[in-house]
Each structure stands twice: as structure tokens, then as C-alpha cells.
């Protein structure tokens, strides 16, 4: 166990095998073929249908898409916290050159906060109400390494608090006596507590106002800069996500539809789908008039055959309607799951 | 009726099977259910079998142990306790459902009454309910019975004495359930609509409630069998009479174990394990039915 | 926090003013007079009926103060209750209420003591452990027997114990503090006989009352596993043990205080009750007897002491929740 502790820190501090020369070349995130089911009594529902991208040390990738559409389910794969009646088929989530999938329990227990955190969505009641602030940070620090004497923990705590723009003294208060906003810092200050390499933060603003959404934003963009990790974003709001993120990665019906930067979705979108997402922000042009997208998300149960969106598609071909879309690399890395680029790739 | 038979009878087994199947499902209802019909099938033919009049004393030959011809055996005052059982079950019985019918009407009316009117009739209502609720139930009831003339003492008494501060949780539950029927939308929609407080109550709201009122009224029976149960047992029933309670009660103050007259407490108790247990059972039945949340975790 | 206190306090003194009432008017509505009914039940045990049996009766009304007017019997009685007097035992005369509850509180006490505290542990640990989704099958279903046993009276438990072990096995004592001939001393063998008759009353106790206990925690149990924090307990990587004792255990105790509370009513008619069937010289043996003899100002006394006991005891846990709930002292 103290190998996996020891093992964990010596990544942190050289990450990618010594390979000091370019580190931002490679990846710290792989997400390969990644597979999620659901059992439920009306049958088996796919989650998340063959989900592969991958991030570099320092890179901010957005995940959009409609409730329901797997965004959490993807946080939750990753963090291996998919719980029964789910279950992850296949697929594997590299961190650093490991295979989360593949660990055992425990070093899965060990992995989470030191390789990979994670910002949870209802900020609200996701501390524990009966336990202060600095006990939680500390039970959390002491789960990962009993050895660092007492000072230490406590000075990473107050340094991690210093760091999201809370004051030391939230270390001896209880939830209850902090706001929204500091709370969802607090959850954040929790997250980076062991400078994982990727962070991962699902929905973070929602239930907060809208000044409150944009200090948070802009904090977890401080700290992901301070220890250079890779951050990924969940949320449905394309807006406050295009100010932050690198890269947008569109889900629809469990799968990634669209995976590119963030000035290729707002200026070219190639999908039908982000097409109608970024037809539905309001602009300049199409002032007053929203636009939503016809119809309803699917339900898991009962996908439409072929490509999962065809019958909400403008551009809807008769192959769309029998066969599923294959995914395809465009020029520049772009990722695209549609009939209408197959051809191109 | 031979016509009216015809289309029925498809219908009723559309509804018996469904419920037989969720029995199987929610167990602690099914085998509550199953107990329970076994007891009143018990009580109910057993009186064809026994002579009632040998569950009072000097009827049978005494301290004869379980035979062929007193299959539980008779006890120190010359009762037959097969007899003892059949009129002891049936008395309880009485008990139970009397108490708790009245438990639970004048829980239901004070419940209405206070979430619907609110004010004062409310907030009085609910400081007696506050008040009254740390106070041990069952000792001021041994207080009423004990002041009691013990001769005087009836099976109806017991019940009157049981229900007397037995009332106060239905009427808090039943205030609860009101008090969030009355934000939902149907009755919003009634009211506006102009129909009287009165046509609100009986036609929006009571039909809601009754699942809730059905819970409460078996949850008032255990409580009532329980409660006269435990007064039997100190000494303060009927003492003629042969509740199940009053022969644990006698055979303890004659010492049966010390004589090695086992039968004498032992079958009274099974007795009253099976009545308990059964409606403890569809108690928690129940509750699985109304609480979508327990049956989420099976 | 001053003013929550005294409100506590008055509404402590309202429960103790209502208990007393009831128990002061119940008995004088009814026909029954407990002194004659005293001196008829002796005269039928003596076969001795005396002749001016009403003079009697009168000059005992006039030293019991019965004769007055009910407001200045009823104010009397309230500035008795006061100063815990519950005036004399009819049946014992001239020992007092107060030196009868006395004399039987410690057995009690001590009973009622470990087998709530043991009830209370033993039932929310299976409890919570029944709602946990991580624990193993069988750990699970250990709390089934348990809850099966809700309906059971603890006396009746009493008597099924009372016939395996006591009377077939003949393991354990039928009844009684200790045996009899033995003198009470300080010695181990006499210490250990002791011990030996506290069994199967405290056994009985704690069956029949761990099953409410597991059945209420496992409702709350199934409440917080599925809140936010923890799960995000367990995305920090706490260990399994933590997350169940802190995060998960600790907040669905909460209710289970008040709960605890609440019970305590039901708990102690149980003791009383389970202490008669075993014969052990505690309050309920009194009581039992009080009831058998007729002997009135005991049980009024016993059952007055006890409801203002408990209301004491409600209040105190009430000022304890602030110490285990933060998120109440703002309130």
C-alpha cells in the first residue's frame, strides 16, 4: 500500500516516466472505448456507448449535452463510482500511464484525489453537515497518507483554502455557517487537497447565481493552472463553458458526437446536433428569436435505431436511419460521429 | 344478478391476482395477512368446537397438562385454555378494533380539523398533542384502571381506557397529510372553483387520505392490543375474564413455573406473539407500500 | 440561548403540571375510596368486619387530608409534588412513597440501564448496517430475526426464556434478585449469583426492544446513503469504515436521539413490567403489588415519579442534540 502512496507522489512531481522534454505532448487522460450499462426492470440501457478522447497535462476540455445524455454518468465511469444496478462494461480510463479500470479496489480508493478528483455537483450538501470544514479536509488528506505528521496536513489544508480565496478560519467552521459559493470553494479546495493530474467538475455551478458561477469558474481556472492539471467540465451551459474550457466535447445518448476546440464549435460546428446547440445561444443576429431543437432527448431504453439522432436531424440521410455512425477523425484531430464525415475521414 | 355476475368475474380476477403477486413481493404484508387469517379463522370456528363457558373458572377438571381431550391443557382455576383462547382471541379482537377505531376517528377528525382551519384550534390542538406525547401512556392508563372498581371492570372498559390518550398520533399524522394536500394543486383548483369546505373535505381530500387513515387504524389496533395487553398483565383487566393478558397474570402470581405448570403461561403467550407479530408485520407492510423509499433499497 | 433554555425549562414544568393533574383528578372522578376499599379488602382477607368500619374510614380521610375542598386538596397535593412528598403507603404504613421508590430504584435503574444501552447500540448498528449497500449479504440479514421480534412484548420474550432456559435447561434462576438463603454481602459467589438472576430479565429487554431500534435506522439509513456527502466521501477515498462511522452512521443517529426519547416511555413500562414476571425487588414489583394490595398513593406515586423521571430526561437529551447537531444551536 505504501509503494502505491510512494508511487503516486513520484508521478506527481515527474509525471510521464522522466519524459521531462515535452511533457504537454502527451496525454495524462485516455478515455478509450469506454462502456457503461444500466439494468434496470424495463430492460438494458446504454449509458455510455464506446467513449474515447484524451487530454494533455494543463488542458480544459467542456462536456455538453442534454440532461440524460451521460455527462455524469461519463464523471462517475471515470471515477469508478457507477454503482449497481450500472456497471462498466469496457473500456479504459488512463491516468499518468495507469489504467483506473484495472486497479483493485483499493488502489482504485487510493487513485481517487491523488490521480484523479473530483467537484461535485450538489455543492449544497456535499459536505458532511455534522463535522467541520478542516476535519473533512483532514480525513480526507490522513485517507491517502497517515504518515505526514499533523502540521503538515494542516498547513496543506490552509494552503489549499488560501488558494480557492477562503480565509484559514473556514478550516474550524461547520457547513452550515458558510454560503453557497464558499461551499462549492470548499468542495474545490477538497479536490485539489493532493494535486491530482486530473480533475474532474460536474456541473459546478449549478445552484449558484450567476456572479457566484463566474468567481467559481474562475477559481477552479486559477488552481488548475497552479498544479497543471487536467480539467474536465461538465455542464450544460454552452456560454459560461466557451469562456473557460480549451476543447468542447458534445454527448449525445451516451455517446461523443463531437469532440473539437472551442473556436471550431462556435464558428463551425460539424455535427447536426452541435449545430443545433449552438443555434439555440442566443447571438446578435437571431436576437429575440430562440431557437430550441425539435423533439426530445431519447430515452436510453428505447434508442432509435441507426444513429441515435436522426429523427431530431435536419440533415437526416437514409443510412442514418439503419446504420450506426462509426466515429471520424477530421483534419486538425477533430472528432466527429457522423454519417455525413465518414466518408471524409 | 345473475347478469350483473358475468362481467364481473373477469374483473375480480384482474384484481385479486395483481394484489396475490404483490404480496409475494412485499412479504411482511403477505405472511402478516396469512397470520392473522389463521387467528380469526381460529377464533371464529373454534367457537363451534369449544364451549365458551369452560374458559371461566371451575368449568374442567384443573392443572391437567396438554392431552387429546384439553389440547393446551387446562390451568389452576378449572379453565380449559383451548376455550381460554377461542374467547380470549375474540375479546382482544373486540379490543383492538374498537379502541382503534375509536383512536383513529377521533384522530382523523382532530387532525382535519386542525390543518384545515388552522389558527388557534391548531395551535391548541397540537400543545395538548406536545404535551401529552412525553407522558407515558400506558402508566396513567394503569392510573384510570386502577382507580377503577375492579368488578366493574368490562372488556368495553378496558377499550374505553386503552383509546383514552391513545389518540394523539394519528392526529398528528393525519394533521401532516392534510397540511400538504391542502398545497397541492386539486384542492386549489376546488377551492377556486367555489366548492364548500365541507364538498373539499369528503370529496378531495378524505379519498386521498384514506390509505393513511388505513395505516394509522392498524397501527391504533396494535397499539390498543398491546396496551390492554400490558394492563391484563399488571393485574388491572377483567379479571373474570380470559384475556390472554389476565391468565399470564394469574399463572405468574401462582408461580406456574415454580410448579411445573408450563402450559399455563406459555400457550396464553404464543397466543399473543402471533396476534403482535402479524399486525407489527402488516404495520411494516404497510409502511413498504406508502414509503416509496424502503422499497427502493429491496 | 438563554431564552431557548427557559423555554425549554417551562415547557419541561407543563409537562410535570399536566401529568400531575391527570393523576391528581382520575382517581377522585371515580366512586372508588382508597381507604375504605383498603379496609374492605382487609376485612375480607381477616374475615374481621368492624362495625364502625365508616369511622375509620373518616378519621383517615381527616389525617390523609381528604376531607377538605378538592381546590385545597389539589393545591396541597401540587405543593407536594413539588417537593417529591407522595405522602404514605396505605399497605406499609408509616413507610413513605418516596422510601419505597427508594429502596426498589437502583435494581431499576440498573436494569433499565444496560438494557436500553445495549438495545439502543446493538439495534442502530444492525440497522444501519441492514440499509448499507458495501456490507456483505449475511451481515445484512443478521438483523432479520430482530425486527421479526418487534411485535413481541419484552415480557413475553420473558416468559419464552423463562420456559428454554430457565425451566427446560434449567440454566438460569426462575425469578428472584438472588437466591434464596443466600444473605446479601460482598462477595463474589454472592455478587456472581446476582448477576446470574439479572439475565434473563435484562436478555428479554433486549430482544424485544432491538428490533424498533434496527427498523427505524434502517429507514434513516436508506435517507442518507444517498446524500451528496457521501458520495462525495467516498470520491475523497475515504476508507469503507470511515464513510459508514462518520459520515454515514454519525448523521443517521441524529433522529434516532430524539427517537430514543420518545421511547423512553414505552421502555420503562416494559422494565416495570419484566421486573414483576422475574420477581426482582425493583419499581415495578412495587408497582405490581402497590396494584394487588390496592395500596393507591403507591402507584400514584410510582407513576407520577416516573413521567416526571422521564420529562427530566427528554429535556436533558433535548440540551444534549446541540452538542451532536451544529446546525441546531444557530437556530
Known sequence: MNSIVANAKKLNSSPAKSNKVDRSAFPILDVKNLEVTYFTDAGRAVALDDVSFSLKAGEKLGIVGESGSGKSTLALAMMRMIKSPGRIESGKVIVGGDDLIELSPEEMRQARLQKISYIPQGAMNSLNPVIRIGAQMVDAVRAHMPDESKSEVYDRCINSLRSVDLPASVFKMHPHELSGGMKQRVCIAIGILLQPQVIIADEPTSALDVVTQRQVMETIDKVQKQINAAVILIGHDMGLMAQFVDKVAVMYAGRLVEVCTVREMFTDPKHPYSKALINCLPNLKNKGVFQGIPGLAPSLLRLPGGCAFNPRCESVMDICKTQRPEVATLDGGRVVTCHKFTGEA | MTISTAPHKPQKTGWLFPFLRYLGRNKSLGIGLVILLILVAFTLFGQFFVDPKDAYPLSVPSKRPPSWEYPFGTDFYGRDLMAAMVVGMWQTAFIGVVAGGIGTFIGVVLGFVSAYFGGWVDASIRTVCQILTPIPVMLIQVVVAGSLDKRSVTIFTMALIVVMLAWMGPTLVIRSQVLTMKERQFVSVAKLSGVSDMGIIFKEILPNLLPFVAAAFVGQIFLAVFAAFYLAVLGLGPLREPLLGNIIWLAQSQGAFFNGWWWWPIIPSLGMILILGSLALINMGLDELSNPRIRRSE | ?331
Do not use: C
Open chain 3, 1 to 331: 440561548m438563554i431564552s431557548l433554555i427557559l423555554r425549554r425549562l417551562g415547557f419541561l414544568m407543563l409537562i410535570i403540571w399536566s401529568a400531575s393533574t391527570i393523576i391528581f383528578f382520575i382517581p377522585r372522578l371515580s366512586s372508588v375510596n382508597p381507604v375504605r376499599e383498603r379496609f374492605a379488602e382487609l376485612s375480607r382477607l381477616t374475615g374481621y368486619a368492624p362495625d364502625d368500619l365508616e369511622k375509620i374510614v373518616q378519621s383517615f380521610n381527616k389525617q390523609f387530608g381528604l376531607d377538605l375542598p378538592l381546590w385545597q386538596q389539589y393545591i396541597d397535593y401540587l405543593g407536594n409534588v413539588i417537593t417529591l412528598d407522595f405522602g404514605y403507603s396505605l399497605n406499609r404504613y408509616p413507610t413513605t412513597v418516596v422510601e419505597l421508590i427508594a429502596q426498589s430504584l437502583p435494581w431499576t435503574i440498573g436494569l433499565i440501564l444496560f438494557a436500553t444501552i445495549l438495545s439502543f447500540i446493538i439495534g442502530n448498528l444492525l440497522g444501519a448496517v441492514a440499509a448499507w449497500p458495501r456490507a456483505p449479504r449475511w451481515l445484512r440479514n443478521t438483523a432479520l430475526p430482530f425486527v421479526l421480534l418487534m411485535g413481541v412484548p419484552p415480557v413475553l420474550v420473558g416468559v419464552l426464556l423463562l420456559f428454554f432456559v430457565g425451566f427446560q435447561l434449567k440454566f438460569l434462576p426462575l425469578g428472584g434478585a438472588y437466591s434464596i438463603g443466600l444473605l446479601p454481602e460482598m462477595s463474589w459467589s454472592f455478587a456472581l449469583d446476582l448477576l446470574r438472576h439479572q439475565i434473563l430479565p435484562a436478555l428479554s429487554l433486549v430482544l424485544g426492544s432491538i428490533g424498533g431500534w434496527v427498523l427505524t435506522m434502517r429507514g434513516m439509513g436508506i435517507t442518507i446513503q444517498g446524500e451528496d456527502y457521501v458520495n462525495f466521501a467516498e470520491h475523497k477515498g475515504l476508507s469503507g469504515h470511515r464513510i459508514f462511522f462518520d459520515y454515514y452512521l454519525r448523521n443517521a443517529m441524529l433522529p434516532q436521539v430524539t427517537a430514543f426519547g420518545l421511547a423512553l416511555g414505552t421502555v420503562v413500562t416494559s422494565a416495570i413490567i419484566v421486573e414483576g414476571l422475574f420477581a426482582l425487588p425493583g419499581v415495578g414489583t412495587v408497582l405490581i403489588n402497590a396494584i394487588r394490595a390496592n395500596d393507591f398513593p403507591v402507584i400514584y406515586g410510582i407513576v407520577l415519579f416516573i413521567t416526571i423521571s422521564i420529562a427530566v430526561i427528554m429535556t436533558l437529551l433535548e440540551f444534549l442534540y446541540p452538542l451532536l447537531d451544529p446546525r441546531i444551536n444557530n437556530e
